[in-house]
């Protein structure tokens, strides 16, 4: 009959398909307390622009002398910038952004950062993955404690992290696996006889532990069993036929895709996470910033139609961070260097569309950065309160105000 050792070792064609946080738990913690949240049907989804995005080249304050006398080889020609109002502007390569605007689907929250900057790509993004500035305090994600302290956000799969790269820390857990999916398309069991295992591999994960089994391997079952369910899952999605929507042929335009397949196929997921590699521009910026952006704002303007045909968009809320900006004046290799603040983006249905605050100013900086005027963790407590329906203080530590991200 199969068995777990079995499932381990065979269950996935091709290694880092699929791959579960198995970090060791901490069996002191409940970390399988359901807690009844409101919002139940609501969906998350984090885009994660890694390396730091040149905000200042993103959302340009094309009215302000002050960006042309920095920005004196990179800085967008007035007419390029695509309008917002009199003073802003979106770069030229973000067309999908300009689009949701018009649509009131975007909501663009500026200056975001937190006290005391830090200006390595490490420590930043582990502050904005587990929003903690104690670093014996950054086990665990922001999300992954709501996975951890609030099971009941959903009756199978919590959270999903969709890519090939390492699972971000923000869903670290003690004892709660989300999935990491590299690939839907590829996603296969390589077994022979894959019927015959899997009833198998049911029947034995169905088989009740005695109450003094040890704990690790209670974990492991558990963690299996999430595993095959994922799975069996994916499989009958990929089979499914399904009509697609039209999405650019970039990496992140095929993440978005296999997002919007999987929240149509009925696992329940609320959280899901995806990256947006390569913002980290020290040299010739223009060109490779460009390409970035419209990667960004192409595939989500197709994502969003897409949940809006399917009848998503109004119960998802699509939020794109980095983990910081760049500096005001531009570097001699016409690139730009680590910075602060910079601007974070809703997208969505129920979003208050468009400006929600006023633009730092480019002349009273910090040590030459954009000074922050709105920390990231009110932004994070607005999504889990206002949107998840969960209590933020248990999950930041702390209470934040909320903004108004939402209508």
């Known amino acids: 009959m199969a068995n ?145 302290d609030h099971y009941g ?51 034995d994960m169905s088989v009740r532990r005695p109450s003094d089994h040890n704990p690790l391997l209670g974990y492991i079952h558990d963690s299996a069993g999430i595993a095959l369910k994922t799975s069996e899952r994916l499989e009958n999605i990929i089979e499914t036929t399904r009509e697609l929507a039209a999405y650019p042929a970039t990496r992140l335009g095929r993440k978005l895709a296999a997002v919007s397949q999987l929240m149509d196929s009925g696992l329940g997921t609320r959280i899901y996470y995806v990256t947006h590699d390569g913002f980290d521009t020290h040299a010739n910026q223009g060109t490779t910033h460009a390409a970035l952006l419209q990667e960004l704002g192409d595939a989500v303007l197709a994502f969003t139609n897409d949940l809006d045909k399917r009848g998503h968009l109004e119960r998802t809320a699509i939020v794109s961070f980095s983990e910081f900006g760049r500096r005001v004046r531009e570097n001699a290799s016409r690139g730009t260097d680590h910075g602060a603040a910079a601007p974070l983006f809703i997208a969505g249905g129920d979003v208050n569309s468009g400006l929600l605050n006023e633009h730092p100013s480019l002349t009273d900086l910090d040590e030459g950065d954009l000074k922050f005027s709105i920390d990231y963790r009110r932004i994070y407590a607005t999504l889990l309160d206002d949107w998840l329906g969960i209590d933020s203080e248990s999950i930041l530590g702390g209470r934040f105000p909320a903004f108004d991200l939402f209508s």
């Open 153 to 203: 956000l959903t009756q199978e799969l919590p959270a999903i992290h969709y890519g090939d790269g390492k699972q971000p820390l923000a869903l670290a857990t003690r004892g709660t696996p989300a999935p990491s999916i590299a690939n839907l398309d590829q996603f296969r069991l390589n077994i022979a006889d894959r019927k015959g295992f899997l009833s198998g591999l049911r029947q």
């Open 4 to 148: 777990r050792r079995q499932f381990i070792q065979a269950s996935f064609s091709n290694a880092a398909l699929i791959s579960l946080s198995w970090q060791v738990p901490s069996f002191l913690v409940n970390a399988t307390r359901s807690t009844t949240t409101k919002n139940a049907d609501r969906i998350l989804v984090v885009i994660q622009l890694s390396g730091g995005n040149d905000g200042l080249n993103t959302v340009i304050p094309y009215g302000d002398d002050a960006y042309y006398r920095n920005r004196f080889t990179l800085a967008i020609d007035q007419p390029a910038v695509l309008k917002i109002n009199d003073y802003l502007g979106l770069h030229p390569a973000l067309r999908g952004f300009s689009e949701m605007l018009d649509l009131r689907r975007l909501a663009i929250v500026q200056g975001v950062g937190y006290p005391n900057p830090n200006r390595s790509h490490f420590e930043s993004m582990d502050l904005w993955h587990t929003a903690h500035r104690i670093a014996e305090n950054r086990q665990l994600g922001w999300l992954g404690r709501c996975l951890e």
